[in-house]
């Protein structure tokens, strides 16, 4: 497969698909995160032997060490006033609904996001097009009228292959993400309300957000955003995705996908989050199906470093399309370190073998699959699985006049 001339491909057809996109949903949690270099963090925070900085330096320098990403709780409630005295961090948007707003808002492509929070911290970090739902309105991030007390923010330690923190030196480039508390799901009744009456049109809707759930507030906030999803789909919705995201606790996960999985039709996650929840032998594409079938989604997407692929009982051409369309969203974001719109491959890319055929059929479902513009040193890992989400959505929540011009899965 000519995957560097298919991507050049696509990178020059992505602003007719921004311009022909569908509007997307995007909850339910929204904050604000706070970016540091590990290597530059972490002699500071261990600085002092026995303090809980310490004790968070030793925690990040291991997942540091061992390539683990993910996020983290920490029982400290101290820490933020901590690290901000001691450390300079970079301000930025955080949450999977919102950093796919942000992407899709990059391109040209409408955006409905949920934000409980709209105080001039958490507003100015938004496209200034991302569309709010403002009482019976729906008006631009810029026009939005501020708000509210604010919410903790979640910091984000990032670490890169062959960048020592320490006497650790990483093979693989990601982050932690660590909070300090945990936070329900965005208070917006106003994005509830319009986004039921946006789904006939909409192309697509992100459910996420629920990894850092109180837990008092689980039960009420599975059923809640369950019941959203219903609305959704009854309103004439056909794409609701649930991405996963990392979890600090297996219980809390296991709830959560339980109680809301059943309610989309399409699961997304890594490969690590994937591990995680279907352990044991068995390659990616045979754990989606099993959780497809489990579920009963039409979709269940997997994304690696590398590569990404899906079961599908939906189209493959749309499929491959939406699944390159994320990689090349993502690289370019790892390229450059902060979203930005594709222009080509990114300088330095390689494209990894795949685990699994580019697509097959088996047991009532589609696997395709595709390799990822791959680089070894990106200047940033941070909303790169968001990203992801962003442009197979872009794809898939297409009108089916423009999916049906989409060429072939099994052409060269």
């Known amino acids: 497969m000519r995957w560097d001339r298919r991507y050049r491909d696509l990178s020059a057809r992505l602003p007719c698909l921004a311009a022909t996109a569908r509007p997307t949903l995007c909850g339910l949690t929204t904050c604000v995160d706070a970016y540091l270099p590990l290597h530059r963090a972490w002699p500071v925070l261990a600085a002092e032997p026995g303090t809980p900085a310490a004790a968070l330096a030793a925690q990040l320098l291991r997942r540091a060490a061992e390539g683990i990403g993910g996020e983290v709780l920490v029982d400290w409630p101290e820490g933020p006033a901590w690290i901000d005295r001691h450390l300079h961090s970079t301000p930025g948007l955080g949450g999977t609904g919102a950093q ?8 040209g492509a409408p955006a409905l996001l949920a934000l409980g929070d709209r105080t001039p911290a958490q507003l100015g970090l938004l496209h200034p097009d991302i569309r709010l739902a403002e009482g019976d309105r729906i008006v631009a991030a810029r026009e939005a009228r501020p708000g509210g007390v604010g919410k903790p ?3 984000i330690f990032e670490f890169t292959a062959g960048t020592p923190v320490g006497p650790a030196m990483p093979r693989r480039s990601s982050r932690t993400i660590v909070r300090f508390a945990d936070e329900g799901l965005d208070d917006d009744p106003d994005f509830w309300l319009a986004s039921v ?7 697509a809707g992100i459910l996420s957000g629920f990894n850092g759930l109180p837990p008092d507030a689980v039960d009420a906030s599975i059923r809640s955003a369950a019941e959203l999803a219903d609305a959704w789909r009854a309103a004439g919705l056909g794409l609701i995705h649930h991405e996963l995201g990392d ?4 219980a809390l996960r296991d709830r959560v996908v339980a109680g809301l999985t059943p309610h989309a039709s399409s699961f997304g996650l890594s490969l690590s989050e994937l591990e995680a929840l279907s352990p044991g032998a068995g390659d990616p ?3 989606a199906r099993a959780l497809g079938d489990r579920f009963g989604l039409n979709r269940v997407c997997v994304h690696a470093d590398g590569w990404a692929l899906a079961a599908t009982r939906g189209d493959p051409q749309a499929e491959l399309e939406a699944l390159m369309a994320g990689c090349l969203l993502a690289a370019t974001r790892a390229a450059f370190g902060t979203p930005t719109n594709p222009d ?3 300088p330095g890319a390689v494209f990894p073998p ?4 580019v697509w097959d059929r088996r047991d009532g479902w589609t696997m395709v699959a595709c390799a990822a513009p791959y680089l070894e040193r990106p200047a940033a890992t941070i909303g790169l699985g968001d990203t992801f989400l962003a442009g197979c959505l872009l794809v898939l929540g297409q009108p089916p006049e423009t ?3 989409l060429t072939s899965v099994e052409e060269d």
Not at 100 to 107: K, S, V, W
Not at 247 to 250: E, K
């Open 344 to 346: 080509g491959i990114p």
């Open 354 to 357: 795949l685990p699994v055929p």
């Open 247 to 250: 979890y600090p606790h297996a």
């Open 153 to 155: 923010a979640h910091y």
């Open 403 to 405: 999916l049906s011009t």
């Open 197 to 203: 009456g946006l789904a006939l049109t909409a192309g």
């Open 100 to 107: 796919a707003a942000q992407a899709l808002a990059l391109l």
């Open 285 to 287: 594409g045979a754990k």
